[in-house]
């Protein structure tokens, strides 16, 4: 298994193909999967369009949108809306691996996801041959 470890802003998307594409290539499995995960309660990891930088801003608007920060959460920390993003997009992606590559389509690129930085966080990349 491979550790990342990345800065983040208060709330952003992060493009770390390059990263999984890396831990892809040194593994060495031209057939299987490789898992990409997130061990933080405020962050996640997706998948999604990585050619137009409107996609990214729209989905952060849309997230902030349906989870905002609320005085009425319990949470001590304040943080619960982070809380409920993270649980919502997910800590992980499985992708297929063929021919030593990952199956990504045209326009696909794999993101962290900060939802309450900024922090240190670290990230995971799995890969598993067949």
Same mark, same amino acid.
């Given at each position: 298994?491979?550790?990342?470890?990345?800065?983040?802003?208060?709330?952003?998307? !992060?493009?770390?193909?390059? %990263?999984?594409?890396?831990? @892809?290539?040194?593994?060495?499995?031209?057939?299987?999967?490789?898992? @990409?995960?997130?061990?933080?309660?405020?962050?996640?990891?997706?998948?999604?369009?990585?050619?137009?930088? $409107? @996609?990214?801003? $729209?989905?952060?608007?849309?997230?902030? $949108?349906?989870?905002?920060?609320?005085?009425?959460?319990?949470?001590?920390?304040?943080?619960?809306?982070?809380?409920?993003?993270?649980?919502? !997009?997910?800590?992980?992606?499985?992708?297929?691996?063929?021919?030593?590559?990952?199956?990504?389509?045209?326009?696909?690129?794999?993101?962290?996801?900060?939802? $309450?930085?900024?922090?240190?966080?670290?990230?995971? @990349? %799995?890969?598993?041959?067949?």
């Amino acid at each position: 298994m491979k550790t990342f470890e990345l800065q983040t802003k208060s709330f952003e998307f !992060v493009n770390i193909t390059a %990263q999984v594409r890396e831990a @892809v290539a040194a593994a060495g499995v031209e057939e299987g999967l490789c898992c @990409v995960y997130c061990p933080h309660t405020t962050a996640a990891i997706t998948i999604n369009e990585n050619a137009d930088p $409107d @996609v990214l801003h $729209d989905l952060k608007m849309a997230l902030s $949108d349906t989870f905002p920060n609320r005085e009425e959460f319990l949470h001590a920390e304040g943080n619960s809306h982070a809380h409920m993003k993270s649980s919502v !997009v997910g800590t992980s992606e499985l992708i297929p691996i063929s021919g030593g590559k990952l199956v990504l389509g045209t326009w696909q690129g794999i993101y962290f996801c900060e939802f $309450d930085g900024p922090r240190t966080r670290k990230f995971y @990349v %799995q890969v598993i041959g067949s």
